[in-house]
């Protein structure tokens, strides 16, 4: 079965750091683009950074210039490296993939509290 496994969330002050990464199986990743979404309490899941096959990359508005995200083919992993974090930033975190085979998958989800 596919499987995406997310981890490096956890509770973290304004200002400070933390990476994300997405452990990938199951699939061929490096034909996968690769997301990250996030949902805060009350709001929608939105689009937070993507990153295509190819390592194109794009940021929603509100992370550019705070966060960055990778992803190591040879090690079937994507990461989202967050900076500044900001209150705001407060959510569950998801790591996504959009295959080639027109295929998406969804990992479980890991919690990013940012306190002020």
């Known amino acids: 079965q596919v499987q995406l496994v997310e981890s490096g969330g956890g509770s973290v002050q304004a200002g400070g750091s933390l990476k994300l990464s997405c452990a990938a199986s199951?699939?061929?990743?490096?034909?996968?683009?690769m997301a990250w979404y996030r949902q805060a309490p009350g709001k929608e899941r939105a689009l937070v950074s993507f990153?295509?096959?190819?390592?194109?990359?794009n940021y929603a508005d509100s992370v550019k210039g705070r966060f960055t995200i990778s992803r190591s083919n040879s090690k079937n992993t994507v990461y989202l490296q967050m900076n500044s974090l900001k209150t705001e930033d407060t959510a569950i975190y998801y790591c996504?993939?959009?295959?080639?085979?027109?295929?998406?998958?969804w990992g479980q989800g890991t919690q990013v509290t940012v306190s002020s």
């Open positions: 199951g699939y061929i990743f490096s034909s996968c683009g």
């Open positions: 990153i295509s096959s190819d390592g194109t990359t």
């Open positions: 996504a993939a959009a295959c080639a085979t027109g295929a998406t998958y």
